[in-house]
């Protein structure tokens, strides 16, 4: 059980990782920033538990503070450009992020052990669960009602008027302006709330994991954070859900034993999906469509 | 089409539901036939740049183990004998959360009494941070699952967990007689300079704190980026090298060593240290080749001790000297080394320490006496643990290796192995 619930844990932190993703996209951005802001998060609540003591929750919610601040900061200059252009931007934010960590060093004595990030070296022993006795279900249940508290609130947010006026920005953003709604606030807010969302995604990781390093938030990771929302598509919040699970569950996990070609397979699918699907795995014509038999099915129960 | 739609669902659910009962009914009968072997499950980089790290660990791992088992296996708690069984050797790329997936599977799925290999340092240093940090500790809620580790060399690991256990060399001691050798070898060799791949953590941390010190100690001149507090001491001076090393250094996925191959032919030092995976070591060696830099010896990392440098730069690393816990020296190591080339990979001084941990395992599992059952697989973890942990000294291949109680850090024999003619041979034998 503690394997199939480790699982179920990466597939929460990635689907939180996603979903920071997915807000900026529901604005028409691609940021590869999102790596970054998961750093920042894992490192700040690390150092928050194991060197200043403090407990998980405000070690997350100081993380997600920090984050969500970083987002905001960063994406005055960033969403100055567009396109390609910030695409460039925020790996760049991301890489300077991944070498600041590669650089920083906060070591401090406790209990005769040196504990803190270590650059190269890392931050080992992030040992809150354990050392409190947390069970794998009770780290299981934390992760997911983060996941579940934040599906729920973009889930709102998307039915409500916020949510019109972001896929206004996405689907146009001279329209947009035109009917009077300011682009450049909409953007930095979802940027904001995308980083907010990393950030606690990495303060999650840093917990599970119990051991960070630069390796950890390269390009990759941020590949992977706008991969999610951009093969379940960005109908809806579950089609991140759905691609991690398939990505993480199916592709890392379940296909362990094709190594190598792992990843090439993912690299083919994203090729695939975006030929076949390009709005998604889970496009509003999907939805429509299983609406339509669930409809049918219970239809038929009730007859 | 929406009628077409639900029936495929349907047949889908059914075939889902057959598969799902089929396998619930087949896994314990599968289980009852084969609980009287001692399971042992295994993993390391199987993909990736370290792939062969994995694969040589792998074949070494299970060519002992059909060893041991021809032999007759293992004998039991209550008499009888049982062979060793890999269940599986997964492929953990070389990825923390991978090796804690693999490590979380193991203990939770299978009824395997000890977890062996993983390849990278960093990934072990993830990987022991779950688990339990001191036996017994009710209050941690650490995974409590043996591990025993061939190729995590990176110093002070064993520390973080006494589940945690490694085969690995002491590269403290092992650098330090090396430049003791050296110097008295080599009189004419006055001044030393070097790079390191800073993305690696145990290349980064062996050049800094134990390679470029030990040399410090034993009179070698470090020509390099200035470092003032750089001294004798292990560590002494260690950060402020640290930030001086990153300004000559590479990283494993770099592909061009021009600027760091021409800085360090600048300085003009009689001696060069290739802190480096076989990997980047071969690309740092072969831009020094098509520089003319010529020292008067070449010193390298003890991971680069292997097939792997051969085969990507033989004739870059004519000269190339490296401590090693592994040369067929002894008629056990030839063997050995026989074995596994025939089951397709090589012993190196990682894949070494993987045909090693069979037999202490074997030597474990025997003092332990456990019984192998599958309603007793917490209770024969902890018993082989214990038992692992009260082992002093077992037989290596090249001799004898011990492992101190205190640190949980092992002591193995070493030699020093130089590539003579595109091949590995000892050159000195300080046993």
Redesign the interface.
């Known amino acids: 059980?503690?394997?199939?619930l480790?699982?179920v844990n990466?597939i929460g932190i990635h689907t939180l990782l996603g979903l920071s993703a997915y807000i900026l996209l529901l604005t028409g951005q691609l940021s590869l920033a999102q790596a970054g802001f998961f750093a920042v998060g894992a490192y700040t609540a690390a150092v928050l538990t194991v060197i200043l003591g403090w407990g998980i929750l405000p070690a997350i919610g100081l993380a997600m503070l920090i984050t969500g601040l970083l987002a905001f900061l960063v994406g005055f200059p960033a969403l100055r450009v567009r396109g390609l252009m910030l695409v460039v931007a925020t790996l760049a934010f991301g890489e300077f992020v991944r070498m600041f960590f590669?650089?920083f060093?906060w070591r401090v004595t406790q209990e005769g052990v040196e504990v803190g990030p270590d650059?190269?070296?890392?931050f080992?022993?992030?040992?809150y669960?354990?050392?409190h006795?947390?069970?794998s279900w009770e780290v299981t249940s934390l992760i997911w009602v983060f996941v579940i508290l934040v599906m729920a609130i973009i889930w709102w947010a998307d039915q409500t008027r916020s949510g019109a006026v972001l896929r206004a920005v996405g689907e146009d953003e001279l329209a947009a302006g035109t009917v009077g709604i300011d682009v450049t606030v909409v953007k930095m807010a979802a940027m904001t709330a995308g980083g907010v969302i990393a950030g606690l995604a990495g303060s999650l990781y840093a917990h599970q994991?119990?051991?960070l390093?630069?390796?950890?938030f390269t390009v990759l990771l941020a590949t992977f954070a706008i991969a999610y929302p951009i093969l379940g598509g960005v109908s809806n919040v579950f089609g991140t859900l759905v691609a991690v699970i398939f990505i993480q569950g199916l592709l890392?996990?379940g296909l362990?034993?094709l190594?190598?070609w792992?990843m090439l397979l993912f690299g083919a699918l994203i090729i695939v999906v975006m030929n076949v699907k390009p709005r998604g795995l889970f496009d509003s014509q999907t939805l429509r469509?299983i609406k339509?038999?669930l409809r049918?099915?219970l239809s038929r129960r009730i007859s | 089409m929406i009628r077409r739609g639900t029936e495929k669902m349907k047949r889908v659910t059914r075939l889902v539901s057959t598969v799902v009962l089929a396998a619930t009914v087949a896994m314990p009968l599968a289980a009852s036939a084969a609980d009287r072997s001692v399971k042992v499950l295994g993993w390391g980089a199987k993909s990736g740049p370290l792939k062969s790290f994995g694969v040589n660990s792998e074949a070494a791992l299970r060519s002992a183990i059909a060893q041991i088992n021809a032999a007759g296996g293992v004998k039991l708690g209550d008499g009888s004998s049982a062979p060793l069984e890999v269940i599986s050797y997964e492929d953990s790329a070389c990825k923390k959360d991978q090796n804690i997936a693999i490590l979380r599977k193991t203990t939770s799925t299978t009824d395997a009494i000890v977890g062996m290999g993983a390849t990278c340092s960093g990934s072990c240093q993830a990987m022991f941070g779950v688990l339990q940090k001191k036996v017994g500790d009710s209050s941690d809620s650490g995974v409590q699952m043996p591990i025993l580790s061939d190729t995590c060399i990176r110093p002070g690991l064993a520390k973080i967990s006494e589940w945690a256990f490694r085969n690995v060399p002491n590269e403290v001691a092992m650098y330090d007689k090396l430049f003791a050798w050296l110097r008295s070898e080599n009189p004419d060799v006055k001044t030393f300079s070097g790079g390191t791949e800073t993305d690696q953590g145990h290349s980064f941390i062996t050049h800094t704190a134990i390679i470029v010190q030990a040399a410090v100690r034993h009179g070698f001149e470090w020509v390099g980026p200035s470092v003032p507090e750089l001294g004798p001491k292990v560590k002494q001076g260690m950060k402020e090298l640290q930030a001086a090393a990153k300004t000559q250094h590479w990283l494993m996925g770099d592909t061009n060593y021009s600027v760091q191959a021409r800085k360090i032919k600048k300085q003009n030092p009689d001696m060069i240290l290739v802190s480096s995976h076989p990997f980047s070591a071969c690309g740092f060696l072969k831009e020094m080749k098509r520089q003319k830099v010529k020292p008067k010896l070449l010193v390298g990392l003890t991971s680069s001790a292997s097939q792997e440098t051969l085969n990507g730069c033989m004739s870059a690393a004519e000269g190339l000297i490296i401590p090693t816990g592994f040369a067929p020296i002894t008629p056990e190591a030839v063997s050995a080394n026989e074995i596994v080339s025939e089951a397709g990979g090589f012993l190196d001084l990682h894949s070494a320490a993987a045909w090693e941990n069979a037999y202490l395992v074997k030597a474990a599992v025997e003092k332990a006496g456990i019984s192998a059952n599958s309603d007793t697989v917490a209770e024969d973890r902890r018993k082989f643990r214990d038992a692992l942990a009260s082992i002093s000294e077992s037989a290596g291949l090249i001799g004898p290796v011990t492992r101190d109680g205190a640190t949980g850090e092992a002591s193995k024999p070493y030699v020093y192995v130089q590539v003579v003619n595109g091949e590995w041979k000892v050159i000195h034998d300080p046993r």
């Open positions: 059980m503690d394997y199939f480790n699982l990466t590669y650089n060093r650059g190269t070296m890392g080992s022993e992030i040992r669960f354990a050392e006795g947390w069970t994991i119990t051991m390093d630069h390796h950890a890392v996990e362990r034993f190594g190598d792992r469509w339509s038999v049918l099915h």
